[in-house]
């Protein structure tokens, strides 16, 4: 082994990076490129041929729109192989019976919250009489009665008069 410092690179011949002696050679303007390799092969799709049926199940639409399950029949295509296997993209619900009931029909939904509303006004006139009755009271332990009532009276209405108890309340025809 050589140390280091004797080692005089400007004296050694270059070598090309594959282990021979020649370098490679350095291409100058105006000179015609060496053959290049061919361009990297890719990934093609290539379509396959329809297999026959496996017995599996999946889920899709009828015709309606409604949801469906399908299978896959190894059994119904081995007894009649002139009918093609119904897969989701094939079928549109001709074969099923005809549903003449929801052709087209909009739905017309109303939600009602007079109970909730009307619930809401008995508390604000309870909560009314109780402040009126307690501003006239002159007993004390009458007076600390209606004091508690009034207290539950709000603590009621502040529960229920907001928008999510009225939307949790509300009743759909």
């Known amino acids: 082994m050589m140390p280091i410092s004797s080692l005089n690179t400007a004296a050694q011949p270059l070598r090309a990076v594959n282990g021979t002696e020649k370098p490679a050679a350095v291409r100058r303007p105006g000179e015609e490129e060496p053959a290049r ?8 799709y290539v379509p396959e041929e329809k297999r026959g049926p496996s017995g599996r199940y999946w889920s899709g639409r009828d015709g309606d729109g409604q949801p469906r399950i ?11 192989p002139e009918e093609p296997a119904v897969g989701p993209e094939q079928d549109r619900g001709s074969k099923g019976p005809e549903k003449k009931d929801r052709e087209n029909k909009a739905e017309r939904c109303t939600g009602d919250t007079g109970k909730v509303d009307r619930e809401i006004e008995k508390l604000k006139r309870k909560r009314a009489e109780l ?22 009276v709000e603590a009621e209405l502040r ?15």
């Open 131 to 152: 402040e009126q009755r307690l501003n006239t009271e002159r007993d004390e332990a009458r007076r600390e009665d209606l004091e508690q009532q009034l207290a539950q």
């Open 159 to 173: 529960q229920k008069d907001n928008d999510g108890y009225r939307r949790r309340n509300t009743v759909f025809s």
């Open 70 to 80: 399908y299978f896959d029949d190894p059994q119904r295509a081995a007894d009649a």
């Open 37 to 44: 390799p061919a361009e990297p092969r890719r990934d093609e």
